[in-house]
């Protein structure tokens, strides 16, 4: 099992409605989880921390569900600008700490 | 945004050339991340600094020689790369102990002949 699993997608998106996706997790002991955002051809940039209960910064929340071992992220009245990869991270624990592990990403295209 | 910067952006290198990869990073942040993006794959680490002093070497090839001068600058020396080493090579910066709040420069697509 991958440590770190996203549905690559492409979720397709009307403008205005809402998406949710998931990334799940392998390490039970892990603590800190994180999204990020990338734009087609750019660098990821940090979207949101993960916390335990939950985030929300606008439109997007992220939640943690630690028994399924899981984060999600949801968008609500989607952008065209919000057409971007995500990438769930996690950080170590133990002697893996202050390192992330990635997932492939989950790629969302928002249409008009 | 310069926060973090990357040079070159793009770079073409035969098998037996020698190059190197500039990272600089103008945020105060004591630790920086080399990873590697494949396509449809998760970023790999690749190797970790922290306060100038490697702390990951993710079974990394020898062909990739990494260098940290001082907090602000690291470099890839790459020598006699294999075709399947063609990527992005990003490179990140963070304060020590806020490994999750990355902050990314834009890449070097590298691409071996």
């Known amino acids: 099992r991958k440590e770190v699993e996203q549905d690559p997608g492409p979720f397709n998106v009307p403008e205005g409605a809402t998406v949710a996706f998931n990334c799940t997790y392998s390490?039970?002991?892990?603590?800190?989880f994180f999204w990020y955002r990338q734009d087609c051809r750019k660098e990821p940039k940090l979207l949101m921390s993960?916390?335990?209960s939950g985030n929300e910064d606008g439109r997007f929340t992220a939640q943690l569900n630690r028994a399924s071992q899981y984060i999600s992220l949801l968008i609500r009245d989607s952008k065209l600008s919000d057409s971007a990869t995500y990438l769930c991270?996690?950080?170590?624990?133990?002697?893996?700490?202050?390192?992330?592990?990635f997932g492939a990403g989950t790629q969302v295209v928002v249409t008009p | 945004e310069t926060g973090v910067t990357q040079t070159p952006r793009h770079l073409v290198m035969g098998m037996t050339n020698k190059k190197s990869l500039k990272c600089e990073q103008h945020?105060?942040?004591?630790?920086m991340y080399w990873y590697k993006q494949s396509a449809k794959k998760p970023l790999e680490l690749m190797f970790v600094?922290?306060?100038?002093?490697?702390?990951e070497n993710n079974s990394v090839p020898s062909r990739f020689s990494p260098e940290c001068p001082n907090s602000s600058h690291l470099f890839l020396h790459l020598h006699t790369l294999q075709p399947e080493d063609s990527a992005l090579y990003l490179c990140?910066?963070?304060?020590?102990?806020?490994?999750?709040?990355?902050?990314f420069g834009p890449g070097t697509r590298l691409t071996v002949l």
């Open positions: 991270a996690v950080e170590g624990v133990g002697d893996s700490w202050g390192k992330l592990q």
């Open positions: 600094y922290n306060f100038k002093e490697q702390t």
């Open positions: 390490n039970s002991a892990s603590q800190s």
């Open positions: 990140a910066s963070s304060v020590k102990g806020l490994a999750g709040q990355q902050f």
């Open positions: 945020l105060g942040h004591n630790a």
């Open positions: 993960v916390y335990s």
